[in-house]
């Protein structure tokens, strides 16, 4: 079974440019997470999506912004790039709702904003 | 205050030692407790979920969570240089919700 992709694996941008990461969950899974993990911050939450529907947002500004597709995959957008989003990018998956069902993470995208 | 509090280390420990890595946390309305591990340049993988208090077993790694006191734990025994990684605490308050995850701490386990 896939794990969860993402892509690109790297991105460099300058500042003010914006800069889209995609997300492919696990098979079966309707749930997408995103999350950033800043350089000794530890991972903070970004984005939920289930079933097509933004169901909660971090405490992130709105240039940060996503959306789910039909088959679940996911995009993050982040509009007027600033030096400090400069950060590994997470998307993890989930499958569908129970008392409990793990969060399964891919490998990442590092976008360094110049 | 952040809601999750961890020790960012980092910590070196001889093969064969016994580790215990810890978090600290503030909303009471946290239910599930997980330990998750990240090796270099790769995602995080979940090593053990604790639902509620208790305690958890599973090989050589044991969870504790201790709701009154807000702290939960992670004990490694006969720590093995592969276990070199850094491990992060998470919890939510539901199943369903995204997690609130700790810094991480960064573990050496020297052979």
């Known amino acids: 079974e896939a794990g969860v992709t993402q892509s690109p694996t790297h991105l460099i941008k300058t500042r003010g440019q914006q800069a889209t990461l995609r997300c492919s969950p696990i098979?079966?899974?309707?749930?997408v997470y995103w999350y950033q993990q800043a350089l000794g911050l530890g991972l903070q939450f970004l984005l939920w999506?289930?079933?097509?529907?933004?169901?909660n947002r971090g405490n992130f500004p709105p240039r940060f912004s996503g959306r789910q597709f039909p088959n679940y995959s996911s995009e993050l957008n982040v509009n007027a790039l600033e030096l400090e989003d400069s950060a590994l990018y997470l998307c993890?998956?989930?499958?569908?709702?129970?008392?409990?069902?793990?969060?399964?993470f891919g490998p990442g995208t590092r976008l360094t904003v110049l | 205050q952040k809601e999750v509090e961890q020790d960012p280390g980092p910590l070196s420990v001889p093969e064969g030692a016994i580790v215990s890595l810890n978090c600290t946390y503030s909303?009471?309305?946290?239910?599930?407790f997980m330990w998750y591990r990240q090796y270099s340049r790769k995602g995080p993988e979940l090593l053990m979920y604790?639902?509620?208090?208790g305690n958890k077993e599973d090989g050589r790694f044991t969870a504790q969570v201790d709701k009154s006191s807000k702290y939960i734990s992670l004990f490694i025994r006969d720590s093995q240089p592969s276990d070199s990684a850094t491990y992060l605490c998470?919890?939510?308050?539901?199943?369903?919700?995204?997690?609130?995850f700790g810094t991480g701490t960064r573990l050496t386990v020297i052979p």
């Open positions: 604790t639902y509620s208090s």
């Open positions: 993890a998956s989930r499958a569908l709702a129970g008392l409990y069902n793990e969060q399964f």
């Open positions: 999506y289930d079933e097509g529907e933004e169901r």
């Open positions: 998470a919890m939510s308050q539901t199943g369903a919700n995204n997690l609130f």
């Open positions: 909303n009471s309305a946290f239910q599930y």
């Open positions: 098979s079966g899974h309707t749930s």
